[in-house]
């Protein structure tokens, strides 16, 4: 009877640790997850993103709204870390971790970098999620069209970094 017992206490701890270990296991994404690591001057730089496709899709004035904050990726908010102080679009950026948002625009866009990280990147209502009195460094930057790129990339420069998509390269600079 004791051996019994043993046997199904443990068959049941045992099959909570399978539960466990399957639930903890993270979400099928539809976007892959992509890290880029660079230098900026003697900095050091990651940036942390989702990068969907175009699918056939209008990104720009479609899927991401002209004039409307935009997580700058999919799923949690990008973020962009770096190890030394950056000067970005001429406006100190302290050294530190970013979450980093686009606002799309057929004029100037705007990048906003934003001390709150780790949250998902849309709020239920489809804002973008961050809290506006977080934003560290909000500046002006200019679009250029290119061929179709289409993942979302994120890629080093000479001048800082560019975000890459559809038919869009957004160049940002930064020292």
Sequence with gaps: MKNLKFKAVFSFLALMLVYLGVSAQPMDRKSPHETVKGTIGSANVTIVYGS??????????GLEAWDKAWRAGADEATTFETDKDLMVQGQKLPAGKYSLFFTPSQGEWTVTFNSQVGQWGIKRTGEANFDAAKNVVVAKVKAKKTPLTENLTYAFTPT?????????SVPVMVK
Excluded at 52 to 61: D, H
């Design 160 to 168: 800082g970094f560019a975000l890459n998509w559809e038919n869009v």
């Design 52 to 61: 969907p496709r175009v699918k056939g899709r209008t990104i720009f004035g």
